[in-house]
């Protein structure tokens, strides 16, 4: 059964960082790739980053290139996404989510995805 549980979210001023997490309890993480997603108010979730099952491909928004960075430990079940230089508008909702590394469609696409997490809030301050 799988399980995402995200954290790491809360407040942070503008141009600091924070590092999500996201945790899988079932026993298929390896061969999943991760995506983050974001949901600000009044807005449609959006893409943020996908990382492959193997870790070795990654591919973000534009609007965190080069701030943000994707990554996994798949001996840990976990999924990470350290966010640096800070923007207000970074703030949303971040969710994780799965999908079977054969799943098709494109990764950046919601409705790809099977497994969603529950979510974790990210406040930046100006």
């Known amino acids: 059964q799988v399980q995402l549980v995200e954290s790491g979210g809360g407040l942070a001023q503008a141009g600091g960082s924070l590092r999500l997490s996201c945790a899988d309890s079932g026993r298929s993480f390896r061969s999943f790739t991760m995506g983050w997603f974001r949901q600000a108010p009044g807005k449609e979730r959006s893409f943020v980053a996908a990382?492959?099952?193997?870790?070795?491909?990654?591919d973000y928004a534009d609007s965190v290139k080069g701030r943000f960075t994707i990554s996994r430990d798949n001996a840990k079940n976990t999924v990470y996404l350290q966010m640096n230089s800070l923007k207000p508008e970074d703030t949303a909702v971040y969710y994780c989510a799965a999908r079977e590394f054969y799943s098709g469609g494109d990764y950046y696409t919601e409705g790809t995805y099977r497994y969603w997490g529950q979510g974790t809030q990210v406040t930046v301050s100006s």
């Open positions: 990382i492959t099952w193997s870790g070795g491909g990654t």
